[in-house]
């Protein structure tokens, strides 16, 4: 088991950029990690992913990056050109194979809010 605490969420203008991280009691490179989303009223969706490579949702592609520091054990997501439908809270989450399914990760942190303004 791995406790994941996301931080860095918060409000900003459609277009602009926000960064948003988590940080994992154990060693993140042991893991799959993976970033999700849910906007009210919607079912939580696949972001984006890293193991030993990276996976995107097409919604995010060329927007979204994700980054690992195995060092520090934290897993960044860093959001450019962000969209007013960007707008969810990201929750964190770690498993044993990078897949876009939520269900296949097993510990989640508790999320984060993110709101694009238009």
């Known amino acids: 088991q791995v406790e994941l605490v996301e931080s860095g969420g918060g409000l900003v203008q459609a277009g602009g950029s926000l960064r948003v991280s988590c940080s994992a009691s154990?060693?993140?490179?042991?893991?799959?990690m993976g970033w999700f989303r849910q906007a009210p009223g919607k079912e939580r969706e696949f972001v984006a992913g890293?193991?030993?490579?990276?996976l995107y949702a097409d919604s995010v592609k060329g927007r979204f990056t994700i980054s690992r520091d195995n060092s520090k054990n934290t897993v960044d997501l860093q959001m450019n050109s962000l969209e007013p439908e960007d707008t969810a809270v990201y929750y964190c989450?770690?498993?044993?194979?990078?897949?876009?399914?939520?269900?296949?990760?097993?510990?989640w942190g508790q999320g984060t809010q993110v709101t694009v303004s238009s």
């Open positions: 154990g060693r993140v490179s042991d893991w799959a």
């Open positions: 890293i193991s030993w490579t990276t």
């Open positions: 989450a770690a498993g044993r194979i990078l897949v876009r399914t939520s269900t296949y990760y097993t510990n």
